[in-house]
């Protein structure tokens, strides 16, 4: 079993900054690509910012200019820096990630539990 944890999440006025952090953990052989997502009440879930295991990074445009995905490779973690916070980023943020587990299977997609993001006016 693999396991995602986040951190990181909480209130913040606009124009904050906040990090959020997710490390996976469990039976990992490789992982493809991390990522951050996150829904809104009453909306879908939607991507943010996802990063390959290459470093190929890819944002929403809500997301471009003001977030930055990071991986540390070795501690199995991504983050997520967010800058310049606006109350329509206020959402629950979820890390996804793509792992083996085994050489002999396929690659899975797993989540996080989600971290509350609030961002006050």
């Known amino acids: 079993q693999v396991q995602l944890v986040e951190s990181g999440g909480g209130l913040v006025q606009a124009g904050g900054s906040l990090r959020l952090s997710c490390t996976a953990s469990?039976?990992?052989?490789?992982?493809?690509?991390m990522g951050w997502y996150r829904q809104a009440p009453g909306k879908q879930r939607e991507s943010v910012a996802i990063?390959?295991?290459?470093?190929?990074?890819s944002y929403a445009d809500s997301a471009k200019g003001r977030f930055t995905i990071s991986r540390d490779n070795l501690q199995r973690t991504v983050y997520l820096q967010m800058n310049s916070l606006k109350p329509e980023d206020t959402a629950v943020y979820y890390c996804?990630?793509?792992?083996?587990?085994?050489?002999?299977?396929?690659?899975?997609?797993?989540w996080g539990q989600g971290t509350q993001v609030t961002v006050s006016e």
């Open positions: 469990g039976k990992i052989v490789s992982i493809n690509h």
């Open positions: 996804n990630a793509d792992v083996r587990s085994s050489w002999l299977s396929s690659s899975r997609e797993y």
């Open positions: 990063e390959t295991s290459a470093g190929s990074t």
